[in-house]
């Protein structure tokens, strides 16, 4: 072979090695953008899977099969995110600028995905498992507190989770780690604030422990409940849990006024709540503040003094009894299906002022009440639904609690069980004054608007509609005259008030000038006035305040109504009945 020979083969061996590489480099080249492409189209797959779960914890518990089907296909979608990024041929691509930043990213929010969707379904199956602790008293306590330390343990996993570089993102990659963001929030909440409930109820049925039970009636309102006609206690220790006999509220009434602690409450109610009357607690939409006065009131005639007070109604029964089945009493046969017309109109028709029928009747909250309380200790119960069910139940406030152990009111403001005001709050509360059982039938309609005025202020408009629509034919203990009342039969009476967040100024009625209360409540500022609603009349109510341009949320509180009120915010209607929030540029 001559020189020139092995020349040109060198040659031409090192084109060939050269242009192999090339399409070597080519083809891995090809391979890695359709890994990452693959990649990043599962990404999104796994984004449109996220939105369809409901990330509320609550929904989390309840465990249903449309909520395994949303997860299964979150978590199928991260596992191919996973699987397109991993391998010796993708590790040289992370280093690549931009591109190496979308497959690191990518990688760990599969990774913290899938790790966030297993601590979901570990916890789910310890909240199985716990069902049937929770239903024996000498197991109760110990689940509790396993059950804390669980949600401990998830909200330390949670928290260790890393979503990898956030800047400079694709934008499905940046759109899932946000929502996977949000989830993970959400979760870190949920377990920190599961974790808390748990413990402390642990502690209170390890007592000992007494609360109040205070039975209301959503059929004559007060501010934000129900008006408590019967009361009771609930007893607790070693687990067990006793519901004592509930009697009227009225017979805890005290021959000697107990001072009220709430100093807003003291200056805005004192000319009406004297300090003996439990029929006059209640005027405030701050549970806080009437829960300590009824509380005190309580323990002014108990030799046993309650460390607080828990506050149900109607629907909260109902809830529960969707859970246990029904319970027999004095009165019959009481069930999900029925308890709401029962309590707020059935049980008066055909009771007769100053019969026994009638104060058989008045009480009949107090024989079904305890009952229903007592059974859900009792009852297999799936603690999932348990869950999911009071969702609802909490944010329309028709479950309250309060305790004077300021740690533990801490943690049920944190669950939103307590019933606390904050200074975004808009609240319209119609407090019953007839003295009758009206609300049943009467229609609360608030619409609200803003009209920013410069760069400093919003002025707020809250025009409030109640109309009474009470039918002819009602008994006499429902629609008046009650002996000694002024209300003609017939007539709502009461007072309309508006909370209004601290900060609002120049707080006014249209064409009210002598106020039935107006002043600083808590954290907001509140405004009333009488009305008197002839049958089949409407009035409207028209509040204004100016806002500062701080001010840029706010809370829309219920008010526990039935009828539910109606919010009418940018020209459309809600009508739930629950907490929502809304900026003040959008109304």
């Not at 969702?391 to 049920?412: E, F, K, N, P, Y």
């Not at 049958?535 to 806002?547: C, E, P």
């Amino acid at each position: 072979m001559t020189s020139s020979q092995v020349g040109g083969w060198q040659g031409f061996s090192r084109r060939n090695v050269v242009n192999f590489l090339i399409l070597v480099l080519l083809l891995w080249c090809v391979f890695a953008g359709y890994r990452l492409t693959r990649a990043v189209s599962a990404a999104s797959d796994a984004r449109g899977a996220l939105d369809s779960v409901d990330l509320d914890y609550r929904a989390w518990m309840a465990g249903d099969d449309q909520f395994d089907a949303d997860i299964a296909s979150v978590r199928s979608s991260l596992e191919k995110v996973h699987s397109s990024l991993s391998g010796p041929l993708m590790a040289p691509v992370r280093i690549v600028p931009f591109v190496g930043r979308q497959v690191r990213s990518a990688d760990a929010l599969s990774e913290s995905g899938s790790q966030m969707i297993g601590v979901v379904d570990d916890l789910l199956v310890v909240i199985d498992e716990a069902g049937p602790g929770l239903q024996a008293a000498d197991k109760r306590v110990a689940t509790l507190r396993l059950l804390a330390a669980q949600m401990a343990e998830a909200h330390a996993t949670l928290g260790s989770l890393d979503l990898g570089p956030e800047e400079n993102l694709l934008s499905q990659l940046r759109e899932v780690r946000t929502d996977l963001s949000d989830a993970i929030e959400e979760g870190l909440h949920t377990m920190e604030v599961g974790s808390e409930v748990a413990g402390e109820v642990a502690a209170l049925l390890d007592g000992p422990s007494r609360y109040v039970l205070g039975a209301a009636n959503n059929a004559e309102m007060r501010a934000g409940s129900g008006l408590v006609l019967s009361a009771g206690e609930i007893v607790a220790g070693s687990g067990g849990v006793l519901v004592t006999e509930m009697t009227p509220s009225w017979t805890r009434n005290l021959g000697s006024p107990v001072a009220i602690p709430d100093a807003d409450l003291r200056s805005r109610w004192g000319w009406l709540t004297d300090g003996q009357n439990w029929l006059l607690n209640w005027m405030s939409p701050r549970f806080p503040a009437t829960a300590e006065h009824a509380v005190a009131m309580w323990n002014a005639q108990s030799d046993q003094l309650a460390e607080g007070i828990v506050v149900v109604d109607p629907f909260a029964l109902r809830t529960i009894l969707r859970l246990t089945g029904p319970v027999e009493t004095s009165i019959g046969t009481v069930d999900a299906q029925n308890v709401i017309e029962l309590f707020l109109n059935g049980q008066y028709q055909g009771s007769l002022p100053g019969t026994g029928d009638q104060v058989l009747r008045r009480d009949s909250l107090a024989d079904v009440a305890p009952n229903v309380v007592q059974k859900l200790f009792t009852a297999d119960i799936d603690v999932a639904r348990l869950f999911d069910q009071l969702r609802d139940v909490v944010d329309g406030r028709h479950l309250l609690i309060w305790s004077a152990d300021t740690d533990r009111q801490q943690v049920w403001e944190r669950v939103g069980v307590s019933g606390a005001l904050d200074d975004r709050t808009i609240a319209v509360s119609l407090i019953n004054r007839g003295p009758n059982k009206l609300d049943y039938f009467t229609n609360l309609r608030t619409e609200i608007a803003a009209v920013r005025e410069g760069d400093r202020f919003a002025t707020v408009t809250l025009t409030t509609t109640i109309t009474n629509r009470t039918p002819v034919g009602q008994p006499q203990y429902v629609e008046g005259p009650v002996q000694g009342s002024i209300t003609p039969a017939g007539a709502y009476r009461g007072i309309v008030t508006f909370n209004v967040p601290g900060a609002a100024i120049n707080v006014s009625i249209d064409d009210v000038d002598d106020l039935s209360v107006a002043g600083p409540d808590g954290p907001t500022r509140v405004v009333g006035t009488e009305v008197l609603i002839e049958r089949g009349s409407s009035a409207v109510v028209i509040v204004r305040f100016d806002l500062p341009n701080r001010v840029t949320e706010l809370t829309l509180e219920p008010s526990a109504r039935f009828p539910i009120e109606t919010w009418v915010i940018g020209g459309e209607s809600r009508r739930d009945g629950l907490s929502e929030t809304v900026l003040v540029s959008e109304l």
